[in-house]
């Protein structure tokens, strides 16, 4: 325990204690209260402000009645409903593959996936091979953005592997290179969680050709956001239907809800039901959440002007801190960074926003490098206008006064 209060100090000191505010009400709307005050939320992932529309809660409620609040087993024993099977009927069709598996969340998707992608049976089966030879010659090549979920899944992965610098095709293509004997995977968020910007597709699959690898992408807050249809990341480069690409995403951001899922061919699915550790020794997902990740499925689908309005006020409040000279990283999505560098100044032009307000949390070491503290806006499609002006104006103030501008 002396390490665990010695640890506790060393986080203290930095001052990289979070502050958790308690919202009172809904965490899905634009305009929340906490501490008994009106604030605006630019923190939330519920894209297309699905979480709390009333056919949602009412599919919820009905399963409920029905169901009760769990599923009270893991997938594999007596945790399997038809909510389950028509949620990854559902999710299959949004991505256009044969099949789909659903776990508890979009972390456990990618801790449970990677390992079991990276152990011998799969690339034995795909590749024909005796599997002894398959578990030696592995390499799993990660962007070094990647979310925690991935580096998680990746310690736990059987098999060696290697980050290559973020977005950078050059260095991937020269770990491919040196690794072309191994069996290869190559693993990438579809939309950076911390900076926005999107994975380059494109030169990553032709790369994953030329060298024979799989592609791992997680499209958490790319699927129902990207897209013409709201598919995901390989739809925004008009490259579906790549059989290279397994997708991972979640239901917890687009979808308002929780959960994750794999969508790939159904024979990986069926593998990943009997060797991915996080299916099958944890409780599924309750079934009345999966009703209502149904519902919210079918909603983002037959109303697509969700999509159109969130993408609209990302690129109002992008344009709007271009034009007062903020750095938002490249950012192309309603994920919306704002550097600040400094870890104390970035945490102090939050608290002054928060004053104002305008809930936009500074995010530091260690979920981002030291000296690359943010600001980390997220918008959804239930912004408006004003909302976006009021926090235009609380920035302008606060970016001069801490000369980030
Ligand atoms: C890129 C990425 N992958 C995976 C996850 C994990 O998803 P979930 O919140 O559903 O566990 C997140 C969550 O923030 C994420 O940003």
């Known amino acids: 325990m002396e390490a665990v209060a010695e640890f506790m100090q060393i986080v203290t000191d930095a001052g990289a204690l979070p502050t958790v505010r308690v919202i009172e009400g809904p965490t899905s709307e634009p305009e929340v209260t906490i501490d008994g005050r009106q604030v605006l939320l630019f923190c939330s992932s519920n894209y297309l402000g699905l979480a709390t529309h009333p056919e949602v809660k009412q599919a919820v409620a009905d399963a409920l009645g029905q169901y009760g609040v769990g599923a009270n087993g893991s997938r594999l024993v007596s945790g399997t409903t038809e909510w389950h099977l028509a949620l990854e009927a559902e999710t299959a069709a949004l991505k256009g593959t044969e099949a789909a598996i659903a776990f508890p969340t979009g972390y456990m998707a990618n801790t449970g996936t990677i390992p079991a992608l990276a152990y011998l049976p799969y690339f034995a089966r795909t590749a024909g091979l005796p599997l002894e030879s398959e578990t030696r010659h592995m390499v799993v090549l990660s962007d070094a953005l990647n979310h925690a979920s991935i580096i998680e899944g990746l310690e736990a992965a059987r098999a060696k592997h290697v980050y290559y610098a973020h977005c950078d095709l050059d260095a991937l293509e020269e770990k491919l290179c040196r690794h072309q004997d191994k069996r290869l995977l190559i693993v990438t968020d579809g939309v950076f969680s911390m900076d926005g910007d999107i994975a380059p597709l494109p030169g990553i699959l032709s790369l994953a050709r030329q060298y024979g690898a799989t592609v791992l992408l997680d499209d958490a807050h790319a699927t129902g956001v990207l897209g013409r249809t709201g598919r995901g990341t390989l739809e925004h480069f008009g490259l579906e239907g790549s059989p290279e690409v397994l ?31 996080s299916y099958m020794f944890s409780g599924a997902l309750p079934p009345c959440l999966a009703a209502g990740i149904v519902m919210a499925m079918k909603i983002a689908e037959r109303e697509p002007q969700r999509r159109v309005r969130l993408m609209r006020n990302r690129d109002y409040l992008v344009f709007g801190l271009e034009d007062l000279g903020f750095d938002t990283l490249g950012s192309e999505t309603p994920i919306v960074p704002i550097l600040v560098g400094d870890d104390d100044k970035a945490e102090a032009m939050s608290g002054e926003l928060f004053a104002r307000g305008l809930f936009a949390p500074c995010v530091r070491w260690p979920a981002v490098a030291r000296g690359q503290s943010r600001i980390r806006i997220t918008l959804t499609a239930s912004h408006e206008r004003a909302h976006l002006d009021r926090l235009l104006e609380g920035l302008a103030e606060v970016g001069g006064k801490f000369a980030v501008v």
């Open 247 to 277: 997708e991972m995403g979640t239901y917890s951001k687009a979808f308002g809800s929780l959960g994750g899922f794999v969508a790939a061919d159904r024979p990986t699915v069926d593998y990943l039901r009997v060797a991915a550790r």
